[in-house]
């Protein structure tokens, strides 16, 4: 991906502090613990990996907060997810101004390792890329995309790291938009299995913003970008994780979507380039 640095007053690295509050979490696939608080009603931590987990108690310990260096190659990861998380706020507040859908409010973004804490309870290190709507920040540990090329087999590479935060920021729209809330109280109507259809239709909701994001920047796609982007979007399909978890496919549990459907609809936002076409919860 072709990109230069570019600075945001809502972006925060937090990786140089480590220990302070550390939550236990447990559960999770593969080491990668997703999280969602309150699943039908009231704030929600939406992550990209499949397999979330109910969060209603933590246990913490005090450690003593330690700061750190960072290298040169982890300052230029920071530099670069600073960097595409301007992009993507520059884009939403053009698609907003385009579609006369209101006034973009930019979220906030904070890379941590080890454990944060957010308005949406405690992450610990294991925990993926998510997004808390009660403070509106998009959270990462950018260990993930490590776990995320090794252990679930994508690809790699930076176009991967930018599809994610695309998505993560792609649950902030949803929350502008009041997609998010919605979707929540029609929940808490429903059984496990028609809750579990409503997920899933909103994180390929935000598969399509990202795609939607891509498409408006297409100037600084290099070759391979796209690739890497449906490379990362197979890799968390719930029918690849639970295939390679616990070699069986249960869709009445996907939370996220298949591997075909985040593929599906990441193109379908980057071919159509209309925000009009996200409509995924008549077509499941």
Not at 18 to 44: E, P
Not at 130 to 147: G, I, R, S, T
Request: proline share 1%; hydrophobic share 35%.
């Amino acid at each position: 991906m072709k990109w230069k640095k570019q600075k945001s007053d809502s972006f925060e690295d937090r990786r140089a502090i480590s220990g302070g509050r550390k939550a236990a979490v447990g559960g999770g696939i593969i080491g990668v613990v997703i999280l969602l608080l309150n699943a039908f009603g009231g704030d929600t931590g939406q992550m990209i990996g499949s397999g979330l987990e109910m969060f209603n108690q933590t246990q913490e310990q005090n450690q003593n907060t330690q700061t750190r260096e960072l290298s040169d190659a982890e300052q230029q990861m920071g530099d670069f997810t600073e960097s595409v998380f301007v992009y993507n706020n520059a884009t939403w507040q053009k698609i907003f101004t385009e579609n006369n859908i209101g006034t973009y409010q930019k979220p906030g973004m904070v890379l941590f390792s080890e454990s944060v804490e957010t308005a949406c309870g405690s992450a610990s290190a294991s925990s993926g890329p998510f997004y808390c709507p009660a403070d509106q920040k998009v959270y990462m540990d950018l260990v993930f995309f490590e776990e995320l090329r090794t252990r679930f087999g994508a690809k790699g590479g930076d176009f991967a790291i930018a599809y994610v935060i695309a998505h993560e920021v792609g649950h902030h729209v949803q929350t502008l938009l009041g997609t998010s809330k919605k979707i929540r109280q029609l929940q808490q109507n429903r059984n496990e299995i028609e809750g579990n259809k409503l997920s899933v239709a909103l994180e390929l909701q935000a598969d399509f913003y990202a795609g939607l994001w891509a498409h408006y920047n297409k100037k600084l796609l290099e070759a391979g970008d796209i690739e890497e982007a449906l490379s990362a979007a197979h890799a968390v399909g719930d029918d690849a994780i639970q295939s390679k978890m616990q070699g069986h496919v249960n869709q009445e549990s996907f939370t996220h979507g298949s591997s075909e459907q985040r593929m599906k609809w990441f193109m379908k936002g980057y071919e159509s380039g209309d925000i009009r076409e996200h409509d995924t919860f008549s077509q499941l």
